[in-house]
């Protein structure tokens, strides 16, 4: 499985857009980016995936690079609501059946 | 709402005491989890089912036994457990356990070992 590095800790002003980037270096062409969310205390939240096109839905929309080694999930507009922490997960055959969930990176949004 | 229910939210036991956690999902989904969280820890794979048998158990021990007596419908039996499995157990549920299906989660039940 590919690992994936987050930042720690990312700060976003409430109305802004929130990007969260991830890299993952050693992704394989079958491997999918996921990101999921928690809010603390809570089940994680699932956001958006992808392959190799961006994907935008309600939540979010998620960039990945031409050459996949990374990808960057955007809030459009943050509201303290969005306060949580954001996790950005490979997911291939090789995982088997797991989510992988590392630190993640926590978002706090402020007024 | 996710589509997936898991009861209780909060449960203490004892030591020597036996319960079960339930976890029922709506989606029609094949595939079911449970996961554990604990503190300040990622979380941790235990079991899968697709289609009500069981494909992964990694590594937990024989105190936590899960049951899944139908698609919608996942039990985790716990007997003799320790204070140190106290933690947040999650139930999940996908499409099918492959990688392009996304999982959905409950809210979790907060377990405390005495």
């Known amino acids: 499985d590919a690992k994936t590095t987050q930042p720690p800790s990312m700060d976003c002003a409430e109305g802004r857009a929130a990007n969260l980037p991830c890299n993952h270096s050693t992704i394989s062409g079958n491997e999918y980016v996921y990101w999921y969310r928690q809010i603390h205390s809570q089940g994680p939240q699932y956001i958006i995936h992808g392959l190799k096109n961006n994907e935008t839905n309600e939540m979010a929309s998620l960039i990945i690079t031409e050459d996949r080694k990374s990808s960057t999930l955007i809030l459009p507009h943050a509201t303290l609501r969005d306060t949580a922490v954001y996790y950005c997960i490979v997911r291939g055959v090789n995982s088997g059946y797991a989510l992988n969930f590392g630190k993640g990176t926590s978002l706090l949004v402020t007024p | 709402e996710t589509g997936v229910t898991q009861t209780p939210r909060h449960l203490v036991m004892g030591m020597t005491n036996k319960k079960s956690l339930k976890c029922e999902q709506h989606l029609g989904h094949n595939a079911m989890y449970w996961y554990k969280q604990s503190a300040k820890k990622p979380l941790e794979l235990m079991f899968v089912?697709?289609?009500?048998?069981?494909?992964e158990n990694n590594s937990v021990p024989s105190r936590f036994s899960p049951e899944c007596p139908n698609s919608s419908h996942l039990f985790l039996h716990l007997h003799t457990l320790q204070p140190e499995d106290s933690a947040l157990y999650l139930c999940a549920s996908s499409r099918q356990p492959s990688p392009d299906a996304e999982a959905f989660f409950g809210q979790g039940t907060r377990l405390t070992v005495v």
């Open positions: 089912y697709s289609l009500e048998e069981r494909v």
